[in-house]
């Protein structure tokens, strides 16, 4: 079983539906990442949580939110979708403490039509 | 602010060496890392450097140099399967851990 896993892995929604995007971990870690990627872009982080009463917006945080459910659970939403929101979705988790890699999720491939 | 740098895209034969290089700007450097990503998958830990030096794990090899602001990702021996990107990412004492990417470096792997 993966340790980091998204869901859904693809969709395909229309211009102004509400979308929700999960991911759990089963690693024990405390931080949490949501990243986008596009094509020339590289990842672009949108949020990040520490811990689960933190939340923090990254470089890109307009147009989504997050929630932090649980230690294990890191929730991204798009309150109303707009196709220059169609992307590779990913989720990352690492570990409390000093420079430690950060674990991806196998990513959510996201178009709005 | 910061910036970090990759080429776009590089080219090269199987079994041969390649070396992809990074620069970046940073105030408070507190390491750089570095991952491989298979089109259409999650990136992957491959390195960690916080002190100057080369550190290698197998065909692959990583070297930093603080002062230049300068890193080096080496591939011995390539084989088809290193077709990916490679991605620069470095952290500040300012940042927490978070960590910031360059655009990728896409290697094609030919015969």
């Known amino acids: 079983d993966a340790d980091v896993t998204q869901t859904p892995r693809n969709r395909i929604t229309k211009t102004g539906k509400r979308i929700m995007l999960e991911c759990s971990q089963t690693k024990g870690h405390d931080r949490m990442y949501w990243y986008r990627q596009d094509p020339g872009l590289g990842l672009r982080l949108i949020y990040y949580s520490f811990d689960v009463k933190d939340i923090n917006k990254g470089e890109i945080s307009d147009g989504y939110s997050v929630s932090r459910q649980a230690q294990a659970k890191f929730s991204l939403s798009l309150e109303s979708a707009i196709p220059n929101q169609t992307a590779l979705y990913f989720c990352a988790t690492q570990p409390r403490g000093g420079n430690q890699p950060q674990h991806f999720g196998d990513g959510t491939r996201l178009s709005i039509l | 602010g910061q910036n970090i740098d990759q080429p776009t895209e590089m080219t090269a034969t199987e079994g041969a060496i390649v070396q992809i290089n990074c620069t970046y700007q940073t105030s408070g450097f507190n390491g750089l890392f570095w991952y491989q990503q298979h089109a259409g998958e999650a990136p992957t830990f491959l390195s960690y450097n916080v002190l100057d030096g080369l550190e290698e794990k197998g065909r692959f090899s990583s070297f930093l140099s603080r002062s230049k602001g300068y890193s080096y990702l080496l591939l011995k021996e390539l084989q088809m399967k290193d077709s990916a990107s490679y991605l620069c990412?470095?952290?500040?004492?300012?940042?927490?851990?978070?960590?910031?990417f360059g655009q990728g470096t896409e290697l094609s792997v030919k015969p």
């Open positions: 990412a470095v952290t500040n004492y300012n940042q927490g851990g978070k960590l910031i």
